[in-house]
């Protein structure tokens, strides 16, 4: 619960960052959009699936 927590949270913060901000140009779109927002979001979806997944009455 505390990952899938954490990482809904860091995905709104930078989705929140992108609003104020805007999108980064160039390299710093891949590593900041991508990689980040990847890692963060891969997290959500494996912590709810092992929370809620199959074999969990989900």
């Known amino acids: 619960m505390f990952r899938a927590a ?3 949270a860091g ?3 930078l989705g929140l960052a992108f609003a104020v901000l805007g999108l ?3 390299p710093a ?3 900041v959009a991508l990689l980040g927002g990847g ?4 997290s959500l979806v ?3 699936w092992k ?3 199959p ?3 989900g």
């Open 6 to 8: 954490f990482s809904a």
């Open 51 to 53: 929370l809620l997944g």
């Open 24 to 26: 980064p140009a160039g």
């Open 39 to 42: 890692f963060l979001a891969g």
């Open 29 to 31: 779109f891949v590593e």
């Open 46 to 48: 494996w912590s709810l």
């Open 11 to 13: 995905l709104v913060l």
């Open 55 to 57: 074999g969990r009455g």
